[in-house]
């Protein structure tokens, strides 16, 4: 992966040299998720320049730890496959956020806001089989009053399944979500609830009330909420 070496025998060392590289677990992270496109792994690493992306797909592939796969020739579209190889680091990177989850301050973490990533990774998760089964359209308005709100929409049709939009797609919106991006952040991480949001007045909701009262249950929260402490706000 790159040209330094620990140069040790040691399995740890030698695994350390494929994944330590700046960016690669968090890469790895996006494709145990799931994605396999190039512009979805942008989505889901968005401060990774596109051309250090491509570098560390390229390096994943020659250790084997992925496979490239073409879709279609024209524009060309490559798939980005783990091999079994990839497919066993699944429960080390769960491990690892797992560890982040349970050990790194949580108010520290919430320092770290993004509200793009944030989002599609809300997208990806969202428990469609808690709402009902038509399609309809989320909206999303993250910030604070003094700035103007990031506006999202979140579209799940029980055909098309679910799409992420920042960009008002023109659709009736069955549900307004407005809420500080801190807030919202930690409900995704598991530190905090939408209960408690909505009685401190941090979040405000309008629109469909059956939707409304079961947003808990279909936002869909990080894979390591689980571990999630509750923080003050």
């Known amino acids: 992966m790159t040209t330094s070496t620990y140069h040790q025998f040691c399995p740890v ?15 790895l992270r996006e494709l145990c998720a799931g994605s396999t496109r190039f512009n979805d792994l ?3 690493v968005p401060r990774m320049s596109p051309a250090l992306l491509s570098k ?3 390096e994943l592939e020659v250790q084997g730890v992925i496979a490239r796969r073409l879709v279609q020739k024209r524009p060309v579209i490559y798939d980005y496959i783990l091999t079994q190889a990839g497919e066993e680091l699944k429960p ?3 491990a690892i956020g797992v560890w982040g989850q349970r050990w790194v301050e949580a108010v520290s973490s919430l320092n770290n806001t993004d509200p793009n990533l944030l ?11 808690k709402l009902p089964k038509r399609k309809l359209t989320i909206q999303f308005m993250l910030g604070e009053d003094q700035v103007p709100y990031k506006k999202y929409w979140i579209i799940s049709d029980p055909k098309d399944g679910v799409d992420l939009c920042s960009v008002d797609p023109g659709f ?4 307004y979500v407005k ?45 390591f909420a689980v571990e999630g402490k509750q923080v003050s706000s």
């Open 13 to 27: 060392a030698m695994a350390a040299e494929i994944l330590g590289s700046r960016w690669t677990i968090v890469l």
């Open 172 to 175: 009736d919106v069955d549900l």
């Open 56 to 58: 560390r797909l390229k």
């Open 42 to 44: 942008r989505r889901g």
């Open 119 to 129: 989002m599609w990774d809300m997208r990806r998760n969202l428990r469609v089989l």
């Open 179 to 223: 809420v500080d991006l801190r807030t919202i952040t930690a409900i995704w991480m598991g530190l905090e609830t939408v209960a408690r949001a909505l009685d401190d007045d941090r979040m405000f909701i309008h629109g469909d009330a059956d939707i409304a009262a079961n947003m808990q249950s279909w936002l869909g929260l990080s894979p």
């Open 92 to 94: 080390v990177i769960m």
